[in-house]
């Protein structure tokens, strides 16, 4: 899974919400055409506009250097006022956007316009809904604080890993950052209140998780906090005189914790009369809310019954492949979920539940890793420069963290791409599983699409983001198929039991989530088809559920992308004939970026047609 949310929920809805100083150094993007020269400029300006507003996105791209170093110091507003002048600037684009007759574009300049449509139609209908974090594309939150989403969890990880300690100046920013904090948990506990006063009160599964993260963080003393210890780490590695410790523990103690507590004593008043529905059908206009997500995950817009019945033929397919296997290793007994779970307790497929079987699991998938970045010539022409870490996900936020995770490299590459592995327990990871997880999360899944957009040449800086869950998911569990086509798995029965095992994950996604969402389904029984279907653990599928309840719509990105992107191959395929070339494919639909499915679509058949 993109690590996303941050970028996406907390701050993609800031894109261009006020006129600023250029951030982004470099010329402007060539265009075919007038039109193509008004498009690409709207598409820049966004992005400037977005960057000047978002310190937090300056940083995570490396831009928060020279003339931007200040930015250093400030973290985002959450505000409603800034939410609310980011929906008034996005009415201007669109006007600004309606004026450009689409009829004279052709090429990028075409598929510029035509994705400036989708985020700004996307814009619209999220506009409708005043409660939540709504962002144009890429997913719906309608909860400001939950397991998953909020400042609580988000700036701590941002803090420690994308802002920089190398200097006394970058130290010293640190704590103003680390000061900002608390004002930051403080607007958004505001907004908190408001949003439970409106009807948007998550279910008390959901409030009961949370509160034992708050719990987690505030029984730590705050010396010992990740906040302060991370910049204790970091200066000492650096080399960086100075009372790091105490002036970090001071802020922690003094001004992020009271917040915390303040946070989280709203979210324990909400708790007692709290609904127990796990769906956002029960939210004002909750209906409407789930095809919003659906659209805004997906870029398709699709319906919940539809969703289901994709869902359910998908796991029929996938089940009755996975059973061939399971019967090869003469496992006949039982449904294919209760078999693969059996196979996911054999002793041999299961690392230690210690620190070493931890060290052991991170080297094997760093071989991995290192074994297909040798082979990635056979399918691109085009290979990525930024690097990949493989990461543990940190201890205090593993309770609540998915299994996987990818976090993407900094512009210029100076900082690398990090896929996060959640170590909770070992068991969740047994070995037969772990390639697929490493092709999904780094290469040839995210980080490789993900950095290979970033290097791009020849388009606007919006559409290097990864903004379409439905291509970035898509295209990650498509790398899993792609891996499985190169033969990873000829001499490995069982990873290529792991990898459809992962298709059926996705594919039983379809179901739960609109299960949960559309046809009102409780947490219950979404965790005990996802736990029959499968055979995972139980706490394994009920974090995965939770999940799903606070995020609605993006579990379905995952398979209803890849299913685009094979669609689009096989069209290709049959276009071109012998002339069809997989590295030339992989070379045009990653280069121009992330975008919604029907303009990848139109874009590779517009290619195969010219190459015919």
């Known amino acids: 899974m993109l690590d996303r949310r941050r970028f996406l929920l907390s701050s993609a809805a800031g894109v261009g919400a006020l006129a600023a100083s250029p951030v982004l150094a470099g010329a402007p993007q060539a265009a075919a055409s007038e039109g193509g020269r008004r498009v690409t400029a709207l598409l820049d300006r966004m992005m400037q506009e ?8 300056m940083t995570a791209l490396g831009l928060d250097t020279g003339a931007n170093a200040a930015v250093r110091s400030r973290l985002d507003d959450r505000s409603q006022d800034f939410v609310d002048r980011t929906f008034a600037a996005f009415r201007g684009y669109d006007a600004e956007l309606a004026a450009i007759d689409r009829t004279t574009l052709t090429g990028m300049d075409a598929v510029n316009y035509d994705t400036t449509r989708f985020v700004l139609d996307g814009a619209a209908r999220a506009d409708r809904f005043d409660y939540g974090v709504q962002a144009p594309v890429g997913g719906a939150n309608p909860y400001l604080v939950s397991q998953l989403g909020g400042s609580y969890s988000s700036i701590p990880q941002f803090l420690d890993t994308q802002h920089q300690v190398r200097t006394v100046e970058d130290a010293e920013q640190y704590l103003d950052r680390l000061q900002a904090f608390a004002a930051v948990l403080d607007v958004e506990t505001d907004r908190v209140r408001k949003d439970h006063a409106a009807g948007a009160v998550p279910p008390d599964f959901v409030l009961r998780r949370t509160g034992e993260q708050f719990a987690a963080t505030l029984g730590i003393a705050p010396a010992r906090s990740g ?25 922690v103690r003094d001004s992020i914790y009271p917040a915390l507590q303040r946070q989280a004593d709203v979210i324990a008043r909400a708790l007692p009369g709290a609904p127990t529905e796990a769906g956002c059908w029960r939210l004002p206009d909750g209906e409407a809310y789930y095809r919003y997500g659906v659209l805004s995950s997906t870029t398709t817009d699709m319906g ?3 969703i289901h019945e994709i869902g359910l033929a998908q796991v029929a397919e996938l089940s009755a492949r996975a059973d061939e296997i399971l019967r090869a290793e003469g496992l006949t007994q039982g449904s294919v979920g209760e078999r693969i779970a059996a196979v996911a307790r054999r002793p041999d497929q299961l690392y230690p539940n210690t620190d070493a079987g931890k060290a052991e699991l991170i080297a094997d998938l760093n071989a991995q890793m290192a074994r297909m970045q040798q082979r990635l010539p056979e399918v691109f022409g085009r290979l990525p420069r930024a690097a990949v870490e493989i990461r543990r996900v940190p201890v205090e936020i593993e309770a609540g963290a998915p ?6 490299p900094s512009l210029d590459g100076s900082r690398p791409g990090a896929y996060y592995i ?8 047994p070995r037969f599983t772990l390639p697929t997880l490493t092709y999904h999360e780094a290469s040839p899944g995210h980080h490789f699409q993900i950095a290979v957009a970033l290097e791009a040449t020849g388009i606007p800086m919006l559409r290097k983001m990864p903004l379409f869950s439905g291509y970035t998911e ?15 798995y000829e001499d490995d029965r069982l990873g290529r ?7 059926m994950f996705r594919a039983a996604r379809l179901v739960a989530d609109s299960g949960l969402h559309h046809k009102r389904w409780s947490r219950e029984e979404a965790v005990r088809y996802m736990v029959e279907t499968l055979g995972d653990a139980e706490s394994t599928m009920t974090t995965e559920i939770e999940r799903y309840c606070v995020w609605p719509g993006q579990a379905c990105s995952y398979k209803l992308g890849h299913t685009v992107w094979d669609r689009t191959r096989a069209a290709a395929r049959a276009s071109m004939g012998d002339r069809f070339d997989i590295r030339a494919f992989h070379d045009v639909a990653l280069a121009a970026g992330a975008i919604p499915l029907e303009v990848l679509e139109r874009l590779v058949a517009d290619w195969a047609a010219s190459a015919a």
Not at 422 to 429: D, F, K, M, P, S
Not at 474 to 488: N, T
């Open 403 to 408: 299994g996987g995770s990818y976090q993407m």
């Open 304 to 306: 919940g019954d539809e």
């Open 497 to 503: 039991l792991g990898y459809l095992q992962s298709f």
């Open 422 to 429: 959640n170590l909770r327990n070992t068991a969740e990871n």
């Open 227 to 251: 906040l302060t210890q991370s910049l204790v780490r970091r200066a000492g590695q650096a080399d960086l005189a100075g009372d790091w410790e105490a002036r970090a523990e001071a802020i």
């Open 474 to 488: 898509g295209w990650a569990l498509y790398a899993e198929q792609l891996a499985d086509e190169m033969g990873v």
């Open 50 to 57: 977005y960057l000047s507003q978002s310190p937090e996105f």
